[in-house]
């Protein structure tokens, strides 16, 4: 399997960094990559806040998430949104693909960064501080936080073990 897909078997979620800056140009690959997803209509729902220049601001970030510990180790924090303003409410189910899509753009973005060298994390628990992310942020309500991604030169090798695929997950009928 890893000789048909690697970047996708191989990607790991990086939860300790090097305190090695990351390249602007390689966080503007990444972003691209996510807006290279699918999305309903091509509406590209999402919108990114990328910060990497404040250390304050990421520290303020970090403590929001009860994983700070190595949060606060990443270089660079990106806080996904999804742009409410795309959303037409009047129509049902609309909602849960314009989120679909933001989970699209951020699997590139995952993608993106570990062909660049770069590990990540997608952190979901901080979302319960979503009021507090985007006041340190800066962002409007018609944005909503989905998730926030950590990024950096991973500090270690991170292994895990191997996914038993198809037996406990398919049903072929």
Known sequence: ????????????????????????????????????????????????????????????????????????????????FLDKKVIDPNIHGIYLKHVQAIGAAIQNMLLAAHELGLGTCWIGEILKKEEQVKELVGTTDDLELMAVISVGYPNKTTTSRRRDILESIVSWL
């Open 1 to 80: 399997m890893d000789t048909i897909i690697p970047h996708i078997v191989n990607r790991r979620s990086i939860r300790s960094y090097t305190s090695k800056k990351v390249s602007p140009s390689d966080i503007t690959k990444i972003l691209m990559a996510a807006n290279w997803a699918p999305s309903g209509n091509n509406l590209q729902p999402w919108r990114f806040s990328v910060v990497m220049n404040d250390e304050q601001l990421l520290e303020k970030l970090a403590l929001l998430t009860v994983y700070h510990s190595w949060v606060q180790t990443a270089p660079c924090l990106i806080a996904v």
